[in-house]
């Protein structure tokens, strides 16, 4: 039996490689979101106002990616793998359980799903009804979902104390 849980808990280790996929893929969002800057920085004074703040919406959504993505491979690297030497910066993650990273992740999804919908919305003339029904209908989704994930950890960190 002791051998079983020190194979299950050795296996944990298999994250690892996932949480260092996820920096490469952290690599990714900013070689795409300077990409992004560097493509509209020579045409500003010709772009209308509104393609700049479409643009700018797309800069906040890689940067709200980009920040999901770091709170996802460092806690869970710290809740599921091992701690991180105590480091003063990194006191907020010594805080977080599995249920305050759901919680944080969904509300990330609702703050994502928010900028897409603004920019379907500010392109509204050229979307389909349909679209913009179903992209409202999944961001109150995600939403509720969040509230209620919200609600839980309370409802739990309550009856923990």
């Known amino acids: ?78 809740n599921f793998i091992s701690r991180f030497d105590k480091n003063e910066s990194l006191d907020w993650l010594h805080k977080m359980d599995a249920n305050s990273l759901k919680v944080k992740v969904a509300t990330s999804i609702v703050a994502i799903s928010s900028i897409h919908l603004l920019q379907l919305f500010m392109d509204a003339q050229d979307v389909a009804n349909d679209k913009l029904l179903w992209s409202v209908i999944i961001h109150l989704t995600f939403v509720v979902s969040a509230f209620i994930m919200g609600y839980m950890d309370k409802l739990t960190k309550s009856k923990a104390v």
Do not use: C
């Open 1 to 78: 039996m002791k051998l079983l849980s020190n194979i299950m808990l050795t296996t944990r280790w298999i994250l690892a490689p996932m949480f260092l996929g996820l920096s490469a893929a952290l690599l990714l969002i900013a070689v795409k979101f300077f990409g992004e800057i560097i493509h509209v920085f020579p045409q500003i004074f010709e772009i209308a106002e509104s393609e700049l703040v479409l643009m700018v919406l797309s800069l906040i959504d890689l940067a709200l990616v980009g920040s999901l993505v770091v709170m996802v491979m460092l806690s869970g690297y710290e």
